[in-house]
């Protein structure tokens, strides 16, 4: 089997193509590119997806390209967006390019140890040298203006970037499109030929939304190059229970930094989910073996409340992305804020009959200061009546909005609802609180 056919094989099966440009078994593909703009310092669960398909090109021995659109991300994709972007300052643009060079990095690494534990049907061991970093200002750094017009311009007709998604649907909304937003198609395609050209790339991925910026950049290489090959391909968008698509512009992006995204979170995040979109989540971001997905998926049928689906998945994407040693982590967590018999400070335990010892105080301290939901109560604040407190840690957004939560019997401590607003967190002490939904370990040191 051609390693063409058995990468497109497993996107095929794991549902990871919403379109391509007629891209078959018998094109001759040589390097596959991803793009994504720095606009936040981490890239986020929608991006996987996206990225995923640039994976499996990976681990099939093609060289595969992302590009940090570090120049792209000054002009502001209108892609998908209602409204414009807000200008970044150009300090935070870096520090954003920085970070998300590091984390490709990693991931990269990562996800080539992930590949190896789960059998991964490599066509040809790839080496980490064949995944590259590059930020596209290094090309647009010593292009002149008028090159760059007189290169692109003549081969872009005005009707057809006219006619992109992306532009009809700004143009009849309210606050229309800059001619920044406009020329970004030009800038994307530019890339695409750049890379065709320096490095022989020629197949663009990215979510459905890319899908006009990428056919930009095939008409600009094929008119440029008549006999070029070059290709696109999508993904389907991952999206929120109502519809919309995960990431930074609808605010409910799940970062994949784990300084962002603690590895229990991200572990939650999967287990919550509705099992349909578990489903296609197991298939899409895993890299299980095709016929286990199967096996997991029938297994989880036969009684869904275990989750069975939900947990491959979750500890399956906290191993690829976080690594091993944070998975083990994520699980002992889940365990204790979850598990199925009370233990001491809120928490709970496997299998305490057992006779297993509960962990100490510095030990669960341990394991829990670097969460989000981790708390300290410092000596400033430990005599602040407790609505107070709730305040000052930021769990609710006022005292009155907490005394009333507290009257309504929302809020516990340990297991015990707390009904005094009045009431002093114990010195020297650590407990699980619950406020409604949400879980917080609170820790007066
Ligand atoms: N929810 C999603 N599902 C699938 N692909 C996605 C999702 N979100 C982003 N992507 C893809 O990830 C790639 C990089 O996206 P990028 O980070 O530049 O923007 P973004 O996260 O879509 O940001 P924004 O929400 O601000 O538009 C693109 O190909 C994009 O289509
Ligand atoms: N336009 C893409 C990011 C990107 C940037 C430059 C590229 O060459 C390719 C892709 C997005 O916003 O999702």
């Given at each position: 089997?051609?390693?063409?056919?058995?990468?497109?094989?497993?996107?095929?099966?794991?549902?990871?193509?919403?379109?391509?440009?007629?891209?078959?078994?018998?094109?001759?593909?040589?390097?596959?590119?991803?793009?994504?703009?720095?606009?936040?310092?981490?890239?986020?669960?929608?991006?996987?997806?996206?990225?995923?398909?640039?994976?499996?090109?990976?681990?099939?021995?093609?060289?595969?390209?992302?590009?940090?659109?570090?120049?792209?991300?000054?002009?502001?994709?209108?892609?998908?967006?209602?409204?414009?972007?807000?200008?970044?300052?150009?300090?935070?643009?870096?520090?954003?390019?920085?970070?998300?060079?590091?984390?490709?990095?990693?991931?990269?690494?990562?996800?080539?140890?992930?590949?190896?534990?789960?059998?991964?049907?490599?066509?040809?061991?790839?080496?980490?040298?064949?995944?590259?970093?590059?930020?596209?200002?290094?090309?647009?750094?010593?292009?002149?203006?008028?090159?760059?017009?007189?290169?692109?311009?003549?081969?872009?007709?005005?009707?057809?970037?006219?006619?992109?998604?992306?532009?009809?649907?700004?143009?009849?909304?309210?606050?229309?499109?800059?001619?920044?937003?406009?020329?970004?198609?030009?800038?994307?395609?530019?890339?695409?030929?750049?890379?065709?050209?320096?490095?022989?790339?020629?197949?663009?991925?990215?979510?459905?939304?890319?899908?006009?910026?990428?056919?930009?950049?095939?008409?600009?290489?094929?008119?440029?190059?008549?006999?070029?090959?070059?290709?696109?391909?999508?993904?389907?968008?991952?999206?929120?229970?109502?519809?919309?698509?995960?990431?930074?512009?609808?605010?409910?992006?799940?970062?994949?930094?784990?300084?962002?995204?603690?590895?229990?979170?991200?572990?939650?995040?999967?287990?919550?989910?509705?099992?349909?979109?578990?489903?296609?989540?197991?298939?899409?971001?895993?890299?299980?073996?095709?016929?286990?997905?199967?096996?997991?998926?029938?297994e989880h049928e036969k009684d869904p409340s275990q989750r069975i689906v939900h947990k491959y998945l979750a500890s399956n994407v906290?191993?690829?992305?976080?690594?091993?040693?944070?998975?083990?982590?994520?699980?002992?967590?889940?365990?204790?804020?979850?598990?199925?018999?009370?233990?001491?400070?809120?928490?709970?335990?496997?299998?305490?009959?057992?006779?297993?010892?509960?962990?100490?105080?510095?030990?669960i301290r341990a394991l829990f200061k670097d969460c989000k939901f981790y708390r300290t109560i410092d000596s400033s604040i430990k005599?602040?009546?407790?609505?107070?407190?709730?305040?000052?840690?930021?769990?609710?957004?006022?005292?009155?909005?907490?005394?009333?939560?507290?009257?309504?019997?929302?809020?516990?401590?340990?297991?015990?609802?707390?009904?005094?607003?009045?009431?002093?967190?114990?010195?020297?002490?650590?407990?699980?609180?619950?406020?409604?939904?949400?879980?917080?370990?609170?820790?007066?040191?």
């Amino acid at each position: 089997m051609s390693r063409l056919l058995a990468c497109l094989k497993q996107l095929q099966a794991r549902s990871l193509i919403h379109n391509t440009t007629l891209l078959q078994p018998s094109c001759n593909v040589n390097s596959v590119y991803l793009g994504a703009d720095p606009t936040a310092a981490s890239l986020h669960v929608g991006n996987l997806v996206a990225l995923m398909p640039l994976v499996h090109f990976f681990l099939n021995g093609f060289p595969v390209f992302t590009v940090i659109g570090d120049a792209t991300a000054q002009l502001g994709d209108p892609s998908g967006r209602s409204t414009s972007r807000k200008q970044m300052a150009e300090t935070t643009r870096t520090a954003n390019s920085n970070s998300i060079h590091n984390q490709l990095k990693d991931l990269s690494s990562s996800i080539l140890s992930y590949a190896q534990d789960c059998n991964y049907p490599f066509s040809q061991m790839p080496s980490s040298s064949q995944w590259s970093i590059v930020r596209n200002s290094s090309w647009y750094e010593n292009l002149k203006l008028l090159k760059f017009l007189s290169s692109v311009g003549p081969h872009v007709r005005v009707s057809q970037m006219l006619a992109r998604d992306s532009v009809t649907t700004r143009l009849q909304s309210p606050s229309g499109l800059s001619f920044a937003e406009l020329t970004y198609q030009l800038l994307q395609a530019y890339d695409y030929s750049y890379l065709y050209e320096n490095h022989s790339v020629n197949l663009q991925i990215g979510g459905s939304d890319q899908w006009g910026n990428i056919t930009a950049g095939t008409d600009l290489v094929r008119r440029t190059h008549p006999n070029a090959n070059v290709y696109a391909l999508t993904t389907p968008l991952l999206t929120s229970s109502s519809g919309q698509k995960l990431g930074k512009s609808a605010g409910n992006a799940i970062w994949l930094d784990p300084k962002l995204t603690d590895s229990y979170s991200l572990y939650q995040y999967f287990i919550s989910a509705p099992d349909d979109l578990a489903c296609k989540c197991l298939d899409m971001l895993t890299l299980l073996p095709l016929e286990q997905l199967e096996q997991i998926k029938a297994e989880h049928e036969k009684d869904p409340s275990q989750r069975i689906v939900h947990k491959y998945l979750a500890s399956n994407v906290v191993r690829m992305v976080h690594g091993k040693k944070a998975l083990e982590l994520a699980q002992i967590q889940t365990k204790l804020l979850h598990g199925a018999h009370q233990a001491p400070f809120g928490f709970y335990s496997e299998a305490p009959q057992q006779g297993d010892s509960f962990p100490s105080l510095p030990e669960i301290r341990a394991l829990f200061k670097d969460c989000k939901f981790y708390r300290t109560i410092d000596s400033s604040i430990k005599d602040q009546p407790f609505s107070r407190l709730l305040r000052t840690l930021q769990i609710y957004t006022s005292r009155k909005e907490a005394t009333e939560h507290i009257l309504s019997g929302a809020v516990s401590l340990g297991h015990k609802p707390i009904l005094d607003s009045n009431y002093k967190f114990p010195d020297n002490s650590l407990f699980v609180l619950r406020a409604g939904k949400r879980t917080f370990v609170l820790d007066s040191l």
